[in-house]
């Protein structure tokens, strides 16, 4: 059973350029979130995904969005690239139907803006 | 909102000892999640142990366990009979529910361990 994975696994991009990360949740969820996660910080919530629509949203602009697909993978999106974008991008899947709403992460994907 | 505090950025311990890492919440609430998230120098975050905050009885997983101080929203991991596969930051995290009703988790800024051989 293959856990989430991330593809892809480092970028680097030009300031106001557009970037794209996928996702694969772990089979049987069908929830997906998205963190930001700086050096040496804790993750960050950008937003979370459920029956593909976007039902919360951290506190990030309007420069990131996202997407989920019918087979609950997901996208993010973030235009209008800066450098303080450049971190650490974990998605974690997740059942809705769970009590105990634990997460499983991916890889993560390291971007990184010049 | 929900904040989550690990006061130590950084811990070190000897093979084969225990250490206790640190970690205080706020919330109103009285029923939620806890948990302790690894992650190793491979990036990818692993859970190592949840609480249920209706439980009185700390969690335990194999060498980790916890101690859940619900009056003083404290919640510590302890780590016995250290290994250097242990080397890692540790992030402790907290399940809430937005005003939505909706399920969001809050981490920590995480503390990092090292296992001295």
């Known amino acids: 059973d293959a856990g989430v994975t991330q593809s892809p696994t480092h970028l680097i991009k030009t300031r106001g350029q557009q970037v794209t990360l996928r996702c694969s949740p772990k089979?049987?969820?069908?929830?997906v979130s998205w963190y930001q996660q700086a050096l040496g910080q804790g993750p960050q919530f950008i937003f979370q995904?459920?029956?593909?629509?976007?039902?919360q949203r951290g506190n990030f602009p309007d420069r990131f969005s996202g997407h989920q697909f019918p087979n609950y993978s997901s996208e993010l999106n973030v235009n209008a690239l800066l450098l303080g974008d450049s971190a650490l991008y974990l998605c974690?899947?997740?059942?809705?139907?769970?009590?105990?709403?634990?997460?499983?992460f991916g890889p993560g994907t390291r971007l990184t803006v010049t | 909102a929900q904040t989550v505090t690990q006061s130590q950025p950084e811990m070190s311990v000897q093979e084969a000892e225990t250490v206790t890492l640190s970690c205080t919440y706020d919330?109103?609430?009285?029923?939620?999640?806890l948990f302790w998230y690894k992650q190793p120098p491979s990036r990818q975050m692993i859970l190592v142990i949840r609480q249920e905050a209706y439980k009185q009885q700390n969690a335990t997983e194999n060498r980790f366990s916890v101690n859940f101080q619900k009056a003083a929203k404290s919640f510590s991991l302890k780590i016995s009979d250290s290994q250097l596969g242990d080397a890692a930051m540790y992030f402790c995290a907290y399940r809430s529910f937005d005003s939505g009703g909706y399920q969001k988790v809050t981490f920590g800024t995480g503390t990092k361990l090292q296992v001295i051989p």
């Open positions: 089979s049987g969820h069908d929830t």
């Open positions: 974690a899947s997740s059942f809705e139907g769970a009590l105990s709403y634990e997460q499983y």
């Open positions: 995904y459920y029956e593909e629509e976007e039902r």
């Open positions: 919330t109103s609430e009285s029923d939620y999640y």
